[in-house]
């Protein structure tokens, strides 16, 4: 048992943190989330200079070979600059199933993410499923080599960016089977395919897609055909942990700039961080923190067992970050008072993205509730 | 970073489950642990460890610790917690101990230490007072130096089991001029001594854990003075910055919430087991989400401990937590057993000999009373409250 960094996960955590020292800083962020692409090229680019692309992937598919503690601090420290590129999306989620795919996809398509050409999205979500992975209308119907998709994915994040898509679908089975749901890799301007993007709350992007008549080759699906609810409940467990990680590092820039206001801002000739009814709220601020950091390091470390531990971990992940999400954010608002109401103050865009976060891959009910199912 | 166990780890947690298998005293592995022990029965595990040198995994190797990792440590309290051990009495083990190997001299390390460990000298902590509670430094029990003596008068309050105690340490006023803090000092104090008396106090629980001590020209030799005069109160901080990280109790907390499901298991609701109602099961998912968080919590600040980088005021944090946890945990026991919770069962060394008829489930009895008597666990070892200023100001420097 061993909760200490590596020299080299040390230099990676240190490499990301001047990144977004460097490239962003408040203003530099407004600039790129008010840009009409919505997020900066050139930061792609870089990412892929510093190999970030490649981190998750196999030395034999031209990648790093890094874990999940390598994943949790490039999140953490995204997390800390609010980055609004879609790094998540693309290597952790995306590159996630791509790595588990065969040969011929992995060559094919991991080059293209690792060089930074390419950028991902994930379309998972309908309105009608709620959280539930499972739940699907959209429609893969095999006829020849080709399968021909139908349905509708919303709040598709990232997809404006998107040149490509993995798309879950089913295949066969009922509603919310189990049995009979699939991957499919869709490249964003097949015909059919039709976007509506706009802006998240987040400062983020993401688009309503339609899928018509959609052809897509054989060759475009990833793993066994009806067989993918186990894999997606994995990647998906992934992502939530790289998620956590992100919540992390944004909770941490929220307390420390609390702390740092109430030390400052005086009131009835004080400052105001010598009240105890405050003290006692951002000890509270710091304890969520605290065991925020605890459970991220758990599910990342855990990533690898089998159900229910898995399950179990991601959940039990996901509900105390939700939690603490919540409470760090409303507090360093109030905390903040007026000023934290501000568009001029990062405050308020670390409280936007946590509140995305709480409900991303499911809520803190949902989570809950596959908690204690996982007995 | 990895929380991998190696094949060593599960070898060393096989010898462990197999000494506590066949060294934990049969004599009190099925009684009820609350109400009934003795103070033979405290003693009999304290003992058996002894024996094996287990007794203080927490002490540095050389003055009879075990030289365990963190993952040992870790095993260790999984594994006694599974089995139902008793809980050591922590005053000596987790508290006197490291303050004497920290800051006693030869001669204290080396009969305190032995006392301790064999389990020989029963020690209370003279800490609290009537007029000094959560504001401890205004205590006021004093002790004058007269000759080669200390003379103590004073009323110290609080005192957890002192009427099995040999042996006290105290906090006492040695200096009362200038900040409260500075004139404090730390006494070894023989409970035999003339001039002392112990009364007891019965809490809500119908328990007698707590009493006070009155301390009248009580006679100390100066010898049994720890460190310096007047450095009495860097020796309590030290104290309670170890009380804390022990504190926790997750191995536990689980083994409790184990229980629980157990119970609600037995329960019924609507025709069908408690432990398929979702709004009871919401309740200890949540808390087992909790106690997780808590478990990595404890384990990050043990991993910053061994590599001797000191535990700090973040231990605070398992502190409030752990007794949180603790506290829901025997609320939501009440909780699940409903109607039988509330008959109360007299204790069974006062119901000897009679025949006293008991009311409901196994599970039921005493449930009740652990609640309220776990209601003590925010308020003492500094309350939770008073955990929260020492984060404030020493952590997040308010």
Known sequence: MDFSFSEEQTLLRNTIQSFVQDNYDFDKRREIIQSEEGIKKENWQQFAELGLLGAPFSEEDGGMGFGSVETMIVAEEFGKGLVVEPYIQTIVTCGGFLRRSNPAQREKYIPGIISGEDIWAFAYAEPQGRYNLNDLTTTAILDGDEYTVNGYKCVVSGAPWANKLIVSVRTSGDQRDK????????????????????????????????FENVKVSKDNLIGEEGKSADLLELVVDETIAAVCSEAVGAMAILNDATVEYCKTRKQFGQPIGKFQVLQHRMVDMFMQYEQSVSMTYMVNLKLEEDYPERRKAASGAKVQIAKAAKFIGQSAVQLHGGMGMTDELNVGHYFKRLSMIENVFGNIDHHLKQYSLAD | MDIEFTKEDENFRLEVRDFIDKNFPQNIKDID??????????????????????????????????????????????????AGTTPLIPFGLTMLGPVIIGFGNDNQKDWVLKGILSGEDWWCQGYSEPGAGSDLASLRTKAEKIGDHYVVNGHKIWTTLAQFADWMFCLVRTNSDGKPQEGISFLLIDMKSEGIEVKPIITMDGGHEVNEVFLEDVKVPVENLVGEENMGWTIAKYLLGNERTGIAGVARSKKAIERLKEIAGSEYIDGKNLINDSDFVRKISELEVDLTALEYTELRTLAKESKGEGAGAESSILKIKGTEIQQRITELTVEAIGHYSNPYLVPAFERQGSNYLTIGPDYSHGAAQNYFSTRKTSIYGGSNEIQKNIIAKMVLGL
């Open chain 1, 179 to 210: 049995e009979g749901i699939s991957l499919l890799i869709i490249e964003k301007n097949s015909d059919g395919v039709s976007l509506r993007d706009y802006p998240t709350v987040d400062g983020s992007r993401a688009s309503e897609i339609t």
């Open chain 2, 33 to 82: 642990k609350r109400t009934d022990l003795t103070r033979d029965d405290m003693f009999s595990w304290h003992k058996a460890l002894y024996k094996k040198g287990w007794i203080a995994p927490h002490w540095p190797k050389e003055y009879g610790g075990t030289g365990w990792n963190i993952t040992q440590r870790y095993i260790w309290d999984q594994e006694c917690a599974n």
